[in-house]
C-alpha cells in the first residue's frame, strides 16, 4: 500500500456526512425520543447507514461502469461539471424526498437515506478522491511503470472505500445521536437549536470543492 | 439564507415555551365597507415596555377589495427542524394570507420592516382554482416539507372542500394534496400529529351553504358538517372519518397537542340542534400508542349551554328560540398542553379550561366581553357596549397572554350582530396556575376594519408543528 491519504479521505468524508443532521443522526434521535427508548436510536442507525452505503457504492459502480468509455480527461471533467452544477444548486435549494414520517420500518429508513444521500451527492462527493492516483493504482496488479492508461477500480477497492466510509459516518452519526439522546431530560435540545449551522450551505460548498478536487488531482 | 437555524424554530413545545415574550402581533382584518375598500393586515404592538403598547403601528392594505381576509399563517415554522425533512435555514418571513371569498393568496415578507410588511407575491384565485381544483382557502399552516392551505370548496361554489400545498420556496401552487379522499366532502380547518404521520380534518360547509350567511334550513336539516377526518400524512390518503352527529353541526378549530408523542387533540363544535350548546369533543387514540393501528375514537368533554333571553334583545335568526347559543367558534390550547381556550363568539364570553387532565377538562377561568346580549365593556372604557364577541384566539408561546378579536365571517357577523360589529382586539392575563384577567391597558379599537385571526411575532400556540417532545 503505497499511500493511505485517499482512505484517510474517504474516512473523513464519512464523518462528515455523519455529523449532518440531514443524513440521520437526527432520525434516529427523533425515533428514540418518540419512542422513549435508546435501543430505537441504534436500531435506527443501522438502516440509515444501509442506506447510505447503497447510495455510495451505487455511485461508485455507476462511475467504474463508465471508466472505460471515457479518457480520464473527459472523466475528471464530467465529474467536475455534475458536481459544480450540484453544488450550484443546493446551494439556493435544500430539497429533500417527500412522503417520508416519523412512523417508519427499517426498509423505509433505508429507503430515505438512499434518498437523502444521492440527492445531496453524498457519493458523488467521493468520487474525485477516487479519481486521485493513488487510489487507482493502489489495486491494480503489478503496477507497471507505463505512464499510467486509467486503471480499474477493483471491486475489492469498491467494497472497502465504501465500508471504510460508512463505518466513519455510523460512528459519528451514533455519537451525536446518543449524545443528544442521553443529554435530553437535562438539557431538552437546546444544544441542537443554537449548534444547527447551515449544513445545506456546507455541504454545497463542499460539492464545490469535490468539483475543483476532481480537476486538480 | 441563515448561518444558523433561525432561532424562532424551536425542536420541542417545551423549548417553545420558554421563548421570550412577542413584541408584534400581526391581525388579519375584513373592512366592513368590502365591496369599496380592501381588507388589510394590521401590526398592533404588543411590548408592555413600549410607549405604543396596544396601538396600532402599521397597515398593509391588500391590492384589491373583497378579499375577505380571514385566516393565515407563517411560511415557516419548528416543522422545519423534522428529520426527515430538515431545513431549518429557512426563515420564518413570510406570511401566507388568504382572501377566504377572493381564493386570492398574498405573500407579505415582514423582515425588511417587521413593522410594516410588503406584498411581495399575490397568488390569483384563477391561479390557485387551475393549480388545485380548489377555491376559499382557509387555514394555512407551515409543514415540515412545503406550506398547506385548506379550502372550503371548488371554483363552481360546491365541494369538495380539502388540503392544497405551496412550495416552500417560490410560493407557486403545487396541487392537491389528497391522493384519496374518501367520503370526506367538506372542508374548514386541518391540522397534524407529526409523530403519527397523521393529519386531521373538520368540516364547515360548500361555499355556497356559507357566502350567503348561516342558512337556517340546512342548519335545522342537519346539513353542515359534522364529522371529522384522519388521514395517513405519508400516504396522503383517507383513513378514518369520525361522525359526532347530525346535530353537531360544524365541527371547526382542530387543536392537537402540541407533544408529538400524544395522540390526542380537541376539536369545537358550534352548536347543538338539540338545545344550542356548543361543545369540545377530544378525538384521541386508546392507549396513545401510534404503533399500534388502533382507530381513532372520540369523545365530548365539554359541553356549554346556551343561555335565555329576551327574544328582543335578540336578532331575527335566534328570536324563536328566545335563548343565546355560545356559538363556540374558536378554541386554542397553550403549548405546554395545559390551558384550552374557548371562544363564545354568541354570548360574550371567553373560557379557560385546565386540560391537565384532557379525559377531564376544569373550568378554570372566565372572562365576558360583548356578546349578542351581553354587550359587556372593556375595564379601558368601562360603559361602552361592545358588539361582536370572543373569537378568535391566540396564545403566547409561554402561554402568560392570550389575544382574541371580535369579528367571525361578513355575512355571519351581519346575522349575529345586525348592528354591524366595531371591531376590537383585546388582550388576557393568565395566571401560571390557572385563572384569567382582561389587560387594562390593552383596548384595540379597529372600526370599521373588523379583526380576525392573530399571528404572533416569532411563532404562537397555532402556527407551530414539532417533531421532538
Not at chain 1, 447507514?49 to 480520464?72: K, N, S, T, Y
Not at chain 2, 359541553?303 to 378554541?331: M, S, Y
Not at chain 2, 379597529?446 to 407551530?464: F, H, I, M, W
Request: proline residues 7%; contains cysteine; glycine residues 10%.
Amino acid at each position: 500500500m503505497t499511500q493511505r491519504w485517499p482512505w484517510t479521505l474517504l474516512a473523513l468524508l464519512g464523518a462528515y456526512h455523519g455529523l449532518n443532521p440531514g443524513m440521520g443522526w437526527l432520525f434516529a434521535l427523533a425515533l428514540g425520543l418518540q419512542e422513549k427508548r435508546r435501543s430505537a436510536v441504534l436500531c435506527s442507525l443501522l438502516p440509515i447507514a444501509a442506506g447510505h452505503a447503497a447510495a455510495i457504492a451505487v455511485v461508485i459502480f455507476a462511475f467504474r461502469a463508465i471508466q472505460d468509455f471515457l479518457p480520464l480527461k473527459s472523466l475528471r471533467w464530467g465529474v467536475a461539471a455534475i458536481l459544480f452544477a450540484l453544488g450550484l444548486y443546493r446551494l439556493f435549494r435544500a430539497s429533500h424526498p417527500r412522503g417520508a414520517g416519523m412512523r417508519v420500518g427499517g426498509r423505509e429508513l433505508a429507503t430515505w437515506s438512499f434518498l437523502m444521500a444521492s440527492a445531496h451527492g453524498a457519493g458523488l462527493m467521493l468520487i474525485p478522491v477516487l479519481l486521485a492516483q493513488p487510489m487507482l493504482v493502489m489495486h491494480h496488479s503489478m503496477a507497471d511503470t507505463m505512464p499510467m492508461p486509467l486503471a480499474r477500480l477493483s471491486i475489492a477497492a469498491i467494497v472497502l472505500a465504501t465500508l471504510i466510509h460508512t463505518l466513519s459516518m455510523l460512528i459519528v452519526a451514533g455519537i451525536l445521536a446518543i449524545l443528544f439522546f442521553e443529554t435530553y431530560e437535562q438539557m431538552g435540545l437546546k444544544l441542537l437549536q443554537h449548534t444547527w449551522i447551515n449544513f445545506d450551505l456546507l455541504w454545497a460548498v463542499a460539492l464545490l470543492v469535490a468539483a475543483s478536487a476532481a480537476l486538480l488531482f | 439564507m441563515l448561518l444558523k437555524a433561525d432561532p424562532t424554530f424551536y425542536p420541542s413545545p417545551k423549548l417553545a415555551s420558554q421563548a421570550p415574550a412577542e413584541s408584534l402581533a400581526y391581525v388579519a382584518a375584513l373592512n366592513a365597507n368590502g365591496s369599496e375598500r380592501p381588507d388589510a393586515l394590521l401590526v398592533v404592538d404588543v411590548d408592555s415596555k413600549s410607549r405604543k403598547y396596544g396601538e396600532i403601528l402599521g397597515q398593509v392594505d391588500m391590492p384589491h377589495a373583497g378579499d375577505e381576509l380571514h385566516h393565515f399563517g407563517w411560511n415557516a415554522c419548528s416543522s422545519a427542524l423534522c428529520p426527515y425533512a430538515p431545513h431549518p435555514h429557512v426563515e420564518r418571513r413570510y406570511l401566507i394570507v388568504p382572501g377566504l371569498r377572493s381564493s386570492r393568496i398574498h405573500v407579505l415578507d415582514t423582515k425588511p420592516n417587521p413593522k410594516k410588511p410588503k406584498i411581495v407575491k399575490v397568488i390569483e384565485p384563477e391561479i390557485v382554482a387551475e393549480r388545485t381544483g380548489y377555491t376559499r382557502p382557509h387555514t394555512v399552516h407551515c409543514g415540515p416539507d412545503g406550506i398547506y392551505l385548506s379550502a372550503l370548496g371548488s371554483p363552481n361554489g360546491e365541494g369538495p372542500g380539502g388540503i392544497f400545498a405551496l412550495d416552500h420556496y417560490n410560493f407557486e401552487p403545487l396541487g392537491r394534496w389528497e391522493v384519496e379522499r374518501g367520503p370526506q366532502y367538506f372542508g374548514y380547518d386541518f391540522a397534524w400529529h407529526l409523530g403519527y404521520d397523521t393529519a386531521v380534518s373538520s368540516e364547515w360547509g360548500t361555499p355556497n351553504m356559507v357566502e350567503n350567511g348561516v342558512n337556517p334550513e340546512l342548519l335545522l336539516g342537519g346539513k353542515y358538517g359534522h364529522s371529522l377526518h384522519f388521514w395517513d400524512l405519508r400516504k396522503r390518503r383517507h383513513l378514518q372519518a369520525l361522525d359526532l352527529g347530525a346535530e353537531q353541526q360544524m365541527v371547526l378549530e382542530l387543536r392537537p397537542a402540541h407533544d408529538p408523542t400524544k395522540a390526542y387533540g380537541f376539536v369545537g363544535v358550534v352548536v347543538s340542534l338539540k338545545d344550542l350548546s356548543s361543545s369540545i369533543w377530544l378525538w384521541h387514540k386508546p392507549n396513545g400508542d401510534g404503533r399500534s393501528n388502533g382507530k381513532w375514537e372520540i369523545k365530548k368533554v365539554i359541553e356549554i349551554p346556551a343561555e335565555p333571553a329576551d327574544p328582543e334583545k335578540l336578532p331575527p335568526l335566534l328570536q324563536g328560540f328566545k335563548a343565546v347559543p355560545p356559538l363556540l367558534t374558536d378554541i386554542n390550547l397553550s403549548i405546554d398542553d395545559r390551558f384550552l381556550y374557548a371562544s363564545c363568539w354568541g354570548t360574550g364570553e371567553m373560557r379557560q379550561y385546565d386540560v391537565s387532565d384532557p379525559f377531564n377538562p376544569r373550568l378554570a377561568g372566565s372572562v365576558h366581553i360583548g356578546g349578542i346580549v351581553r354587550r359587556a365593556a372593556h375595564p379601558a372604557k368601562q360603559g361602552k357596549e361592545l358588539n361582536g364577541g370572543p373569537q378568535m384566539v391566540e396564545v403566547s408561546r409561554d402561554g402568560r397572554r392570550v389575544y382574541f378579536t371580535n369579528s367571525l365571517y361578513a355575512a355571519w357577523d351581519k346575522q349575529f350582530y345586525p348592528d354591524g360589529i366595531e371591531g376590537w382586539m383585546v388582550k388576557l392575563d393568565v395566571n401560571p396556575g390557572g385563572g384569567i384577567e382582561l389587560d387594562r391597558k390593552f383596548f384595540v379599537e379597529t372600526g370599521e376594519l373588523r379583526p380576525n385571526q392573530v399571528r404572533l411575532q416569532g411563532g404562537d400556540a397555532s402556527s407551530d408543528f414539532y417533531c421532538y417532545p
